[in-house]
């Protein structure tokens, strides 16, 4: 157990939708990752956020935005959802003076029909 | 650019060891992982290296790196059924923000 948890585990949503993943990060943790793994694939980096503000991006477009609350727990969300968006979604929180620690939450399945 | 890459699948008998090879582009990666992912599960850290070091060893896994070839490997000793999972290397660099992982070696266990 990391003391990283997501929500939902599973959901369903159909192409051009929108959906808000969650994450709540390790108590003391400001700094949180998030990344998007398909299937067979090693997790790909979206963005991280610290102190609420995103600190850096990954390549992807700007329908996939984040938020970070100031208990630290964090939304991920994506609008106008594509088929290619199916994937599990993981956040990884870490403090500011460890960022090469990550402690992984256990993802969430969504799947694009 | 930045690039980890793998072997996909490796197979081993229960009671050998097993070694994972991953080379990776980034010559100032600080930091090199290895991540283990059972099924529908999130990633656990099994170990990590500085790159200023050359082997690290933690009871049944050794972490070998040579930088100069930009070669990472992770041996585990005495292989279990209980070891089959996808293995990630990963890299990170404290001049930047986030993890490059390569896509994963899958092991297969034989009992």
């Known amino acids: 157990e990391t003391g990283v948890t997501q929500s939902p585990t599973h959901l369903i949503k159909t192409r051009g939708q929108q959906v808000t993943l969650r994450c709540s990060s390790q108590?003391?943790?400001?700094?949180v990752s998030w990344y998007q793994q398909a299937l067979g694939q090693g997790p790909q980096f979206i963005f991280q956020?610290?102190?609420?503000?995103?600190?850096g991006r990954g390549n992807f477009p700007p329908r996939f935005s984040g938020l970070q609350f100031p208990n630290y727990s964090s939304e991920l969300n994506v609008n106008a959802l594509e088929l290619d968006d199916s994937a599990l979604y993981l956040c990884a929180s870490s403090l500011p003076v460890e960022q090469e620690t990550q402690y992984f939450g256990p993802g969430t399945r969504l799947l694009v029909l | 650019g930045e690039d980890v890459e793998q072997s996909l699948f490796l197979s081993v008998r229960e009671g050998d060891s097993s070694v994972i090879n991953c080379t990776y582009t980034d010559s100032s990666s600080t930091y090199l992982y290895w991540y283990k992912q059972e099924p529908g599960a999130g990633l656990q850290l099994l170990t990590y290296i500085f790159s200023n070091m050359d082997m690290k060893q933690d009871q049944r896994l050794t972490v070998l790196l040579n930088k100069k070839d930009k070669h990472l490997s992770l041996r585990i000793a005495d292989t279990q059924t209980g070891d089959s999972a996808i293995y990630f290397c990963a890299e990170f660099n404290t001049g930047g923000f986030k993890t490059i992982f390569g896509a994963g070696t899958r092991l297969f266990v034989k009992a």
């Open positions: 956020y610290y102190r609420e503000e995103e600190n």
């Open positions: 108590s003391g943790h400001n700094t």
